[in-house]
Each structure stands twice: as C-alpha cells, then as structure tokens.
C-alpha cells in the first residue's frame, strides 16, 4: 500500500468498518456521542491525527466489540439491583471479553493496551488518592489488579502500588490480604459471564461481612510490645554499670599510657552506640507509622458501609468515551453520510438480453484497452553515458565526443489494479436503468479481460433497508464477472432517494481492502445526489483523489448535457447517453484506470 492510500484510510468511517468486517460486528461513525445498543457500536466523528491516536480507537472498538462477540449481556439483569456489585462485575467482566478477544485476533492487545499508555500521557488518569470514595478505592483495587496481573498492563503498576497503599489505609490491612487471597484464586477461572457474576459476589460478600480488628486487641498488643521495649533500657542500664566499672578500672591502669591512645578507643565506641541508638529510632519509628496508618475500628466499618451502600456506576473506558465525544464536538466538518449496510445479492436466471447487447461493446472496448495496456507496458530501451551493453548503432557518436552509446532497458510496468463500478439504482432511473446495467457489465467484462484488473461491483441505494440507505454487493473481488448479470433481478429502480455520498464511502471501503496497488471508482449516475449529502460527496472524491485513488463519474440521460454542474462533484466525468457512446468516452480515462500513477 502506498503513502497516498494510507491517508484516506485514516479516515474514521473506513477504519472502524473495516475492523467491523474482521470482527463480525457493525461499526458506525457520527454524531458526537459514542453508544451500543447491541448489535451496533457507534463511534463519535472526528480527525484521527496520529497512530497512537488511531490505535486507541481500534482498542476502544475492539473492546466494545468484544462486549457482543463474548455475550456480555447475559448476566445483566442479576447485577441491576445493587450498584456496587454490577461495578464490581464490570470490572470482571472487561478483563474477561478483553482477554478472549486477544485470544481471537492477538493484534487487539496492543489496540487496547494503547488507550491506557495515551491516558496517562496525557494525564487524564490519575492515579487514586486517600480522599477518593471507598467504594471508588476498591474499584481501583480490583481495576488495577486485573489489568496489570491478568492482562499483562506491567505500565500500569504505579496505579496498582498505590491502589494497595491506599486501600490498606482505608480498609486495613487484614482485609487486604483476605481480598488478594481470593482475587489470586478465582480470577484465573473467570471464563464466562456468570463466573464473572459469581466473583463478583464473593467479593462483595467478603466486603460486606468483613470485620476488623478490636482495637482493644491492638491496643493491648501495643501496650504488651512496650512492656518489652521497657524492660530493655533496664538492661542496657545494667549493662552499662557493669561496663562503667570496667572502663574505670581500664582508666586507672592506662593512666600511664599516651593520650593519643586512649582518644582512639571511647572515639569508636561512641560510633557504634550512637548506629545502635539511630537503628533503635528507626525501629520505634516504623512501629509508630505502622499503627497510625492502620485505620480504627470504627473507620474500617465507616468505610465499609459506604463502600457497598455506594449508589455511582463506575466504568473507566466511559471516560475515554467522553474524550472521543469532547473530540466530536470540536470538529467542525462532520459526515452526514454515515457507512452503509451491505447486502449480499444472490445469482438467479441470468438476462440473456442484456448479455447479447453487452458483448460486442465490451469485446470493443477489451480491444481498445488492450492496445493501451501494450503501449503503455512496452519496455522502452534508452542510451546513456555508462552501462554493461554497447548500443552498435550509436557509436558515430563517440566520435563527436558524444558518450550516450551504452544501452539500458526502463523499469518494466505492470497492470495492478482493482476497479469498483456502482450504478444508481434509485427511482429517477427509469428507462436509464438498463443503460446503466448495460455499462456496468460492459465495463466489468472489458477490464476483467485485462491481466492484473480486478473488478467488484455494487448499486445503490438498498430498497430493502430504506431506513439505513443500504448497498446492494453485486460482485465481490475474485468473483466470476459471470455472476454479475445473474444478480440484476434486484436492481429496479426502487430507491427514494440518491445517496451518491453513503455510496461512495463503501467504494472507498471496498477498493481500501484489496491489496492491489491502483484502486479506480467508477459510480455511473443519471442525477445529483440528495442535498443533505452533496456536501460530504465533494469532500469524499477529493479525499480519495489525494489519496491516490482514480474517480470517475459516468453521468447518463439528462444530466450529460449540465457538464459544468456534474464537474462540481465528480472532476473526472464520462458523458453518455447509451452504451454505444461508452467506448469513445472510456478512451479518455483508461490510462487513469489501467496504469498508476
């Protein structure tokens, strides 16, 4: 893929339908609100502006997924009733789906795991802190917990440290150690949406029947370890006594000895008792921290009892989903056209009409592109100053102090290309539907004849799915253009209405994922698409033109004769009126079709 293609893949709708075709599920893009209602993920419209930034979003698409693809929902209707049990399998639950998702399609781990690395970037996730709720406290114990012990988050420990500490001061640390005991053994067996229900409730369980510590206990644990610590400057009073006399005998007998000498000595030992002193106050000191730290009695169940009675639904990917929407709400240039639903045609008897008026076109223009393919293919030979093969001809030129008489072949081209042809089918078609069905099959017979083309095809709108302005698949890439005109039993020109734009973004989807390197959009038309969406078909061809992606607009019928009008939305435009005028018109652009630019 080159450089030019990849900007329009960019493109928010493209990305979120092509991860929606691998993963099975409906993907769409618009408005400035991101929701679920199922069966379809809706992403808020803006600009992606860099591949962490597009990463991301395939991790939140992915994650959202996940939630479908794994039936989340099953479990639902158990956890409505108490909030701090539905966030407590939430929190389950995310590590579950996210964790069977990888196992599906590996690529998603790093998608995901990007949303929490640009978070904290960005500082929009802070870490928890002693004045958050208690409830909010062991959500982010258990948050953390899952994320950077079962799904291998290793750049989120700083937020599970203090999630401990924090936790620990809160709730004590008996509790915590109950609390990890269990997370260590069950989390391994979350594999279901009711395992995660049933952790759910051991938890909140263990929480709600949690007690701690009588402070008498502790009280009288530190009276009785300072009974100890009493008794034991006594001893070391005796012990000094002792070594007093015997420094003082030592005084009386080194009286005579140089002074130097006796300086060294008390030197020293005031060194070691003065470590021995400072190892002894940090000692104290530690002890003391760790009985302020620890919380009362009273505080344990003060915390505890707001902890489940908490009535605030806690999910962290919401707040990554109100940055998308705050990112909506400031692009100024959103699509109205939104990504289509696309349905596949299946072959039936076959226009045996159509095919015998098609095939002496389409053998002509084959012929005529043949002629261009060869001429634009051919291996031009050129002299130059230096090679590996004389050119005998040229050597008069040596004479004249002339060096180009070596040989060299050019670079030699090749075909590459995928071509996408969709037609009108709406109800201002009329009699015009047949010419369009003619020029498609035309089109799609001359460039499959052609090595290295491959041709998809499509119409629009969907009668069927009004409500979604759907496309109708006709053929798919590396389908036998045979089958085209065994699915026409559809096309009749039932649509009401023109969504030139809707359609033109699942051409751009369909060319986007053939991994040929020149992809062509032909749309063949008889009228200007609706108004709402006219708009979003002019930013949509230039978009797709820049990317290095060839447009090319076949107008039919009346609208041939407005060709200034036309031009506005498709730049490189075919005007005819029936099939017999679409070889001497094909002729101007079939350089842009066959080779890349």
């Known amino acids: 893929m080159n450089n030019q293609t990849k900007l329009i893949q960019n493109s928010l709708p493209l990305i979120a339908a092509g991860l929606g075709d691998k993963l099975g599920i409906r993907v769409t893009v618009s408005g400035n609100q991101a929701w679920t209602d199922g069966e379809t993920i809706n992403i808020p419209d803006f600009n992606i502006t860099s591949k962490e930034q597009k990463d991301a979003v395939l991790g939140y698409v992915s994650h959202e997924a996940a939630h479908l693809k794994f039936n989340t929902f099953s479990a639902m209707d158990r956890v409505r009733s108490n909030v701090a049990l539905k966030n407590y399998w939430n929190i389950f639950e995310d590590m579950r789906i996210e964790n069977a998702m990888i196992d599906c399609m590996v690529g998603t781990r790093t998608w995901i795991n990007q949303i929490w690395i640009n978070r904290q970037k ?151 008792s003065d470590f021995q002193d400072s190892e002894d106050d940090k000692q104290s000191n530690s002890q003391h921290s760790e009985q302020t730290t620890q919380p009362s009695q009273e505080q344990i169940k003060a915390a505890i009892q707001s902890a489940i009675s908490h009535s605030e639904e806690f999910d962290d990917m919401a707040d990554f989903a109100n940055n998308l929407e705050k990112m909506a709400n400031a692009n100024t240039e959103k699509f109205q056209a939104r990504m289509p639903v696309k349905c596949k045609v299946n072959s039936m008897e076959q226009l045996v009409n159509l095919e015998s008026v098609v095939d002496a076109t389409s053998s002509q223009i084959t012929a005529k592109l043949q002629a261009i393919v060869e001429q634009e293919l051919r291996v031009r030979r050129k002299t130059k100053t230096s090679g590996l093969r004389l050119n005998c001809k040229k050597l008069h030129r040596y004479a004249v102090s002339d060096a180009r008489i070596f040989q060299t072949k050019g670079k030699k081209r090749s ?39 491959s041709i998809t095809a499509s119409a629009f709108p969907d009668p069927f799915n009004r409500s979604e302005k759907g496309v109708l698949t006709l053929l798919d890439e590396n389908e036998s253009v045979k089958q085209l005109a065994k699915k026409y039993h559809v096309i009749r020109g039932e649509g009401t209405c023109t969504p030139t734009a809707t359609a033109m973004l699942n051409c751009i989807r369909q060319v986007c994922l053939s991994t040929r390197e020149n992809k062509v959009i032909i749309i063949v038309t008889d009228g200007y698409p609706d108004i709402h969406e006219r708009a979003d078909l002019t930013r949509l061809v230039n ?42 018109e094909l002729f101007k652009v079939a350089k842009d079709i066959l080779v890349a630019r």
């Open 122 to 272: 960005e500082g929009n996730r802070p870490v928890i802190d002693c004045s958050a709720p208690p409830a909010r406290i062991v959500e982010e114990l258990l948050l953390m917990t899952c994320r950077v012990k079962y799904r291998g988050q290793a750049h989120l420990q700083p937020y599970l440290d203090t999630a401990q500490d924090v936790f620990c001061f809160t709730f004590g640390y008996k509790l915590y150690v109950a609390l990890a005991e269990l997370m260590q053994r069950e989390l391994p067996n979350v594999t279901s949406s009711e395992k995660a229900f049933e952790l759910a409730q051991k938890v909140h369980e263990l929480i709600s029947n949690h007690e701690p510590e009588d402070d008498q206990n502790s009280a009288n644990e530190s009276d009785s370890s300072n009974e100890v610590n009493d008794t034991k400057p006594e001893e070391s009073n005796e012990t000094s006594s002792k070594d007093g006399s015997d420094s003082s005998q030592g005084e009386g007998q080194n009286d005579s000895e140089p002074s130097n000498g006796g300086n060294d000595r008390p030197s020293n030992d005031k060194s070691e």
């Open 415 to 453: 075909i590459d290309t995928v071509v996408e042809i969709c037609i009108d089918n709406s109800q201002s078609m009329g009699a015009l539907l047949t010419v369009a069905k003619e020029t498609q099959l035309a089109l799609a017979k001359a460039l499959s004849r052609i090595n290295g083309v």
């Open 543 to 584: 978009q797709a033109q820049n990317s290095g992606i060839t447009v090319i607009g076949v107008a039919i019928g009346r609208i041939a004769s407005n060709k200034s009008e036309f031009h506005k939305y498709f730049p490189n435009a075919l005007f005819i009126h029936d099939i017999k005028e679409l070889k001497t």
